[in-house]
């Protein structure tokens, strides 16, 4: 087996809080800005926390063919989409000159995947029933829909897949495509992650100040409540 292939990086492509295209962020990455501002998506008044690192000024109806899948998306996937494109776009890869399509892979990750569409969908099957919700929902919020819709984007039918570590995820996503590609069971990826975790849930769900008023018994009771929880389900 040849494991003594030299394996490289020949594009990247980002959409972030301090940069929708790799110029802008790199810039803004060097000049020490923040991307972290107040939530402005949705009303935080009843929230701990106020702030987040948003993606800006983002039109995701650039980045599809068809339009339709965009509404068909959830914001994790048109974020993996938008750099995935501006990736190969900067790698000079001329995919009509691809031969092999089945060593070509997408392995992008997500730590929690739709988010937003498991929020919205669960809405209104609480408050309009289940009749009301989209067909669409499971695909929208799985994890690996954004690997499978850049692989269908551009028909690439190298390994897919979907590693979820949560802030590992992108890091192991690239790490794992060096392993493929050095052991020589694929010759191009586009690896990495994407997350759209800046909703009502969401923040709700990772921030708990244990400093503030009454936080440090919210604490313990919601720690007691899930360690409950998962002694009865194991």
């Not at 948003?54 to 996937?77: A, E, I, M, T």
Request: hydrophobic share 40%; glycine share 10%.
């Amino acid at each position: 087996m040849n494991n003594d292939r030299r394996v490289v990086i020949t594009g990247l492509g980002v959409v972030t809080p301090i940069g929708n295209d790799l110029e802008t962020f790199w810039k803004n990455l060097v000049q020490g800005k923040s991307g972290i501002s107040r939530i402005q998506t949705f009303d935080t008044a009843n929230y701990d926390c106020k702030i987040g690192g948003q993606v800006r000024g983002f039109d995701p109806k650039l980045f599809f063919k068809n339009p339709k899948d965009v509404r068909r998306s959830d914001r994790f996937s048109q974020l993996a989409m938008a750099a995935a494109k501006m990736a190969l776009a900067d790698s000079g890869i001329n995919l009509a000159n691809l031969k092999q399509r089945d060593r070509f892979g997408v392995p992008v990750s997500s730590g929690i995947g739709g988010l937003k569409t498991l929020q919205d969908q669960l809405t209104i099957l609480l408050t309009k029933g289940p009749s009301r919700t989209s067909p669409f929902t499971i695909p929208m919020l799985l994890t690996n829909m954004a690997s499978g819709l850049i692989s269908m984007e551009f028909d690439l039918h190298g390994p897919n897949m979907c590693i979820v570590t949560a802030c590992a995820t992108s890091n192991n996503a690239i790490g794992e495509s060096w392993r493929i590609i050095k052991f020589g069971d694929a010759d191009i990826f586009l690896a990495g992650g994407s997350e759209a975790s800046v909703v009502e849930i969401g923040l709700a769900g990772f921030f708990l100040d244990p400093l503030a008023q009454g936080g440090s018994q919210r604490a313990a009771r919601l720690t007691a409540e899930s360690l409950g929880d998962s002694d009865s389900e194991s």
